[in-house]
Each structure stands twice: as structure tokens, then as C-alpha cells.
């Protein structure tokens, strides 16, 4: 990957973006813009960009052969080292650009967009389970693309049977390898799992905000907004990797859970979607997601549309969630703002850097929580010592009356823990 030949941290690179169908030429525009910011935040310096029209997909190279030679020419001629496509390569696409490369004899790897954000995701792992995590993916991407240049995993991974055997041919001992390597770091995750699961049992009465979006929309912002954490904020792609959770009350009497996690992005590679599943749990689970958009990109639509796609593969899609416009500080025209207001008419409009507005924000949970919340009577008899303490658990109580045959109790919370207390009469 990027990283692992990169021997200096400004590396030159060129991006190939394509225009396929009935795609607007400037939405392409758009779209290497946010790949020039993920190079950057890569550690790449972009100094230049090749777009091209098609109509199909050329199976050797994805661009024509003409243009794929004028590519690795121009990487030549201004220097550059790294190529990066805003597509996904096939494994053939890409060895076949290595062997134009060598052709010139030039230095270039061609990569494409998958390969440039596992790159990030791996820069910015901190912990154990995002690491495994990146790693899986990681591998996961590489097992198909095996070639002569990663026969170097025999140094990487240890001696002991690591040498071809008979017959065995330097790629099958790595692919043997590799393989040997997902089933140990898919078995680490289950373990993580496990953990978490217990974790998210004990919190399962409270009330579970998940903010959601687009990476650098301004998520770790919000949270540090709303609950005074010190969550890492960057204005870089994918800061935040982990999931962190906080208790915090909001209207100065509902105490709710509120959560930050990892931000999606266009054609989020489909192997770290699934081997962030557990860090996405927290948003499976959540009670109502806020869906958070930076209101000032162009891109604000098509950033909600690859959120809810990403939910929809998650499984997310059908919890109930609120609408978050964010930066409006930076958004000085009217018309723009009667743009936003007609596309998300429920749209809540805030500063989370500024904390503007996070008020109405808070207000709009409060309602939604209100509305999920139901009151019961419910009545326990002597001998149910265990039910009665068990059904004063995750609800406010509003009323105790003894009588001669037990305990009459009046209880308030989430609709779904009033359901289970019924349940135990
Ligand atoms: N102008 C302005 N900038 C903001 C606002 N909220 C966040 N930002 C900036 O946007 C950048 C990204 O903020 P983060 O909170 O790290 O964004 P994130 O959504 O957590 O991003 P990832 O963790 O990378 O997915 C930072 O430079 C923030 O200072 C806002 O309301 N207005
Ligand atoms: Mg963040």
C-alpha cells in the first residue's frame, strides 16, 4: 500500500478522475477535490489531474490504452511517484499499469481510491480494535491483488513456515499466510465483540443518541459540544476512528447516551464497512440518529445519500433520526440557506464550533424522546420481591400505594422497558 513504499511523506501524485454516463463534468470536479483532500490527508502532494469522458470500462486499464500511456507519461515527465484513480481497479487493471510503468522504467504505483482510504484508516488506527480492524480490511483488499511485490511478507510474518514447500510457489506461501492471518484477527474481533455486547446490555434502559456522517461534517465537534468531552477533532478525513460514548443531561432532566463514531465517505471500501461493524454497533443500536451534514459542502445531498446507503448496509436505516445542518457559520448567502431549508425542511440548523443554535437542537431530541416515552400502572403482589425491584429499574417512578395484597407502583420511561416490566406481571 501507499505507505508501506512510500519513503518520504510528501509524495507527488497525479489523480485520474472519470466521467461515466450522463455525469455532470463538474461533479467530477467536486470529486477530486475530496480526493485531493484525502491524498493530502494521506500525506500525498496532488500537483496534477487527468479526467477523462467514457462510455465503458476498458477492462485492461479501466481508461482507454491511449490514455493509460499518457498517464504514466505524464507521471514521468512531472515527477511524480504515486498515481491515484477515483475509481476501484480491478487487481488486473493494476498489475497491468505496473508493467506500463516498468515499460517507460518509471517508479509509479497505480492505486486506486479503495487502496488511498485503507491507507488513512491505517495511519489513523490508535487502538487495539480499530487496528485489527484496519488490518482485516487491509488484508482482505490485498489477498486478490498478491504479486511478486509482496513476497517481503515472508519477512513480515515470521519464520517458522513461512517457506514454500515442495511444489509451493512463493504467492501461494503469502496467500497461505495471509489467509492464516484473517481467520486469527477475525477471531480477535469476535472477541471484542463480546465484550462490547456486555457493555451495551448494561446500558440498554438509557435513551442512545448516535451522531452519524459524513467524515469531517463536525461530528467530534458536536459531541464535544453537547456534552463537554474532549473528543479529537481535526480538519482531516476520518479523525475519528473509535466509537466514544458519554453520558450527558439534556432540558436539565434527561440524562441520555450520546455517541461519536468513524464518518463515511463515497464508495466507502466495502471490506472496512464490514470490519467496522462492531465499532458501528453502538449505531444499530441507537434509540434516534443524528444525521450530521457540513450545510456549507456543495455536496450536502450527496453526502446524505451515502450516509443513508451506508445505514442501509448497516441496517440502521429504519431507527428514527433527525437531520443536523451544520457550519452555518460559514454560509453567508440567503439563497443558500432557502436551498437548504427546501431540501431538509426538518432540518435543524447549528453551529457546533460555534455553539450556535444547540440549544433548538436538544430541544428536538427532548421532543422525540418525550414521544417514545409512555406511562403504566402496574401492580405486584408480596411474594414478587425480585419483580418489584426489577421493575423500578430504567423507569422514573411516579407513584408507590401499598394495599393489603402488595404493590401498586406508577411508572414513566422508553416505551420498549415499559413493555418488558408488563411483561413480568
Ligand atoms: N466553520 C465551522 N467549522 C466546523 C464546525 N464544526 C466543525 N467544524 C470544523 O470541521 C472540521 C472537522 O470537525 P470534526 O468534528 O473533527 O469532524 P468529524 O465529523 O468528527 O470528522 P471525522 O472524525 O474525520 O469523521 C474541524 O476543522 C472543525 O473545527 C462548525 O460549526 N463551523
Ligand atoms: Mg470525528
Known sequence: MVDQQRSNESERAILVGVVQGQLDEHIIDEHLDEME????????KVVGRVTQRLNKINPAYFVGKGKAEQIIN?????????????EDLSPAQTKNFQALSEDVKIDVKVIDRSALILD???????????????????LQYLLPRLTRMWTHLERQMGGIGTRA?????????DRRLIGIRIAKLKKELVKIEKERDTQS??????????????????????????????????????????????S?????????????????????????????????????EAD????????SSPQVIEHLDTINEVLTDLGADKNASLIVLNKIDIIDEDGRIAYLKRNFPDGILISAKNHLRIDNLLE??????????????????????????????????????????????????????????????
Open 37 to 44: 483532500l484525502l491524498a493530502d490527508t494521506a500525506g500525498a
Open 74 to 86: 505524464q507521471a514521468k515527465e512531472l515527477g511524480v511517484s504515486l498515481v491515484i484513480f477515483d
Open 120 to 138: 488513512i484508516f491505517q495511519k489513523h488506527a490508535k487502538t487495539k480494535e480499530a487496528k485489527t480492524q484496519v488490518e482485516l480490511a487491509h
Open 165 to 173: 514447500g515442495a511444489g509451493e510457489t512463493q504467492i501461494e506461501v
Open 201 to 246: 446490555r448494561r446500558r440498554k434502559d438509557q435513551f442512545r443518541v448516535a451522531l452519524v456522517g459524513y467524515t469531517n461534517a463536525g461530528k467530534s465537534t458536536l459531541m464535544n459540544a453537547i456534552t463537554g468531552a474532549d473528543v479529537y477533532i481535526r480538519d482531516q478525513l476520518f479523525a475519528t476512528l473509535d466509537t466514544t460514548i458519554r
Open 248 to 284: 450527558t443531561v439534556i432540558g436539565g432532566e434527561q440524562e441520555i447516551l450520546l455517541s461519536d463514531t468513524v464518518g463515511f465517505i463515497r464508495k466507502l471500501p466495502h471490506h472496512l464497512i464490514a470490519s467496522f461493524k462492531s465499532t458501528l454497533q453502538e449505531v444499530l
Open 288 to 295: 434516534l440518529i443524528l444525521l450530521v451534514l457540513d450545510a
Open 364 to 425: 428536538s431530541i427532548k421532543n422525540i424522546i418525550d414521544q417514545g416515552f409512555t406511562t403504566a400502572d402496574v401492580h405486584f403482589s408480596f411474594n414478587q420481591a425480585k419483580e418489584i425491584t426489577e421493575a423500578q429499574n430504567g423507569v422514573t417512578v411516579l407513584e408507590r400505594e401499598y394495599d393489603e395484597n402488595g404493590v401498586h407502583l406508577k411508572i414513566r420511561g422508553p416505551v420498549k422497558r415499559i413493555n418488558q416490566i408488563l411483561n413480568l406481571v
